[in-house]
């Protein structure tokens, strides 16, 4: 139970969270569109189809830029700040952390793309790309 410090509920009275079912849902089956892409494009690798998995690839990085974008926004239509009670901390920090993840996984993915035009990835050896996948 929440302390009564923070009025005994969380959110914390005065906090308006976001409608869980408009833009957190919109990132969270922009993320799952990202993961498929990315299978598609490592499916891709073994099979030796190299259109395909740069298909996917790329994919996989414009959803990660369009997850950041809606992150943005998604930050901009808060009426609350980071220093506005424990909710705003953990909001901010735990939102902000996976969004650095996704930036971070998104360019991993583009190093993966570029090394992908390059053929240094075939059926056998594409380990470089599965890091970056797993990441």
């Known amino acids: 139970m929440p302390a009564v410090t923070m009025g005994g509920v969380w959110p914390p009275l005065g906090i308006e969270t976001l409608d869980p079912l408009g833009l957190?849902?919109?990132?969270?089956?922009?993320?799952?569109?990202?993961g498929v892409c990315t299978v598609y494009a490592h499916r891709a690798i073994i099979a030796g189809l190299k259109v395909d998995a740069m298909n996917g690839?790329?994919?996989?990085?414009?959803?990660?830029?369009?997850?950041?974008?809606?992150?943005?926004?998604?930050?901009?239509?808060?009426?609350?700040?980071?220093?506005?009670?424990?909710?705003?901390?953990?909001?901010?920090?735990?939102?902000?952390?996976?969004?650095?993840?996704?930036i971070i996984g998104s360019i991993l993915l583009w190093?993966?793309?570029?090394?992908?035009?390059?053929?240094?990835?075939?059926?056998?050896?594409?380990?470089?790309?599965?890091?970056a996948a797993w990441y």
């Not at 190093?111 to 053929?119: G, I, N, Q």
């Open 57 to 102: 690839i790329l994919g996989a990085i414009v959803y990660g830029l369009l997850f950041s974008y809606c992150q943005f926004v998604e930050y901009s239509l808060c009426n609350f700040a980071i220093n506005d009670s424990a909710y705003g901390s953990v909001f901010f920090v735990a939102t902000g952390f996976h969004g650095l993840h996704v």
């Open 111 to 131: 190093a993966s793309y570029v090394r992908l035009v390059k053929d240094h990835f075939s059926r056998e050896r594409h380990l470089g790309f599965e890091f």
């Open 24 to 34: 957190p849902l919109l990132n969270t089956l922009i993320l799952l569109a990202s």
